[in-house]
């Protein structure tokens, strides 16, 4: 296949994922309670996994190889992406597929502290994405407005404003923290019963896991296990925490005074001397 059928296929594919995506969140957010049953056949779809591999490429990680040593430029050079793809998919759909530990490496952050980041394969990567591409728009229909954090069309500065914006309207005081080694420390179980609550499809269920479970390969070459946490560099890590950290966001959305109060009992409350409040995360750190 040569470029301009490479980036022909690729357009129609793009809006075809973009299709499905739409009327996955419209039939999550007309029904909050609805769970998907037939989710993996969209995950080894063809145009999916192109879409994926697409994403991969684009990435400036796709110059950093995985526990196999494979970078996107050799899988294009050398293996070949028709082949690739097709291995891959067959994989998925016989369900032999196996995903390889993350390659751990140390990226130094300010303050001599160190923040560890997991290199899965390209292979891994493109599986993730495709994934993540069926996934996120059933979640995205759940997720909370004061979620900022690794969201389509959302930023950090979009964060700051609404900050800003609560702040000089009656806000008087900033709670801030953020929650210690939470990617390291999200338990397994918990996420999976929340994935649960959407997917019903056990294939989709045994693949998230699957990828919760790979493993580390450490940098002086010790597997280490992983029995929590979402390692951070994973494609699936920052929508996988988001579900997660979501319940934090209905806790306070739910109580006495948060943004579910009506005007009347937030004026009560302000006349009992009893605050309101309104919460913004971004990811792990947050603003109450």
Known sequence: MNIDELEYVLLKAERRVLEIQAKLHRWASDDPHRRFDDLY??????????????????????????????????????????????????????????????????????????????????????????????????????????????RPNRRAHDAVAEVHHFASRSYEWVVEGDIKACFDEISHSALMDRVRGRVGDKRVLALVKAFLKAGILDEDGTLVDTDAGTPQGSILSPLLSNVALSVLDEHIAQGPGGPGASPYGRAKRRRQGLPNYRLVRYADDWCL
Do not use: H, M
């Not at 294009?76 to 751990?104: N, Q």
């Open 41 to 150: 056949n969209l995950v080894t779809d063809p145009g999916f996994l192109l879409v994926a591999w697409d994403r991969v490429r684009s990435n400036k990680g796709a110059r950093t190889a995985g526990v196999d040593g494979e970078t996107a430029y050799y899988i294009e050079s050398v293996r070949g992406l028709e082949g690739f793809l097709a291995e891959l998919r067959e994989d998925l759909k016989s369900r032999t597929f196996r995903p390889l530990p993350a390659r751990r490496r140390a990226i130094p952050k300010a303050g001599g502290k160190v923040r560890y980041l997991g290199i899965a394969t390209i292979r891994d990567r493109v599986a993730q994405a495709s994934l993540k591409l069926v996934l996120e728009p059933i979640f995205e229909a759940d997720f909370r407005p004061c979620s900022y954090g690794f």
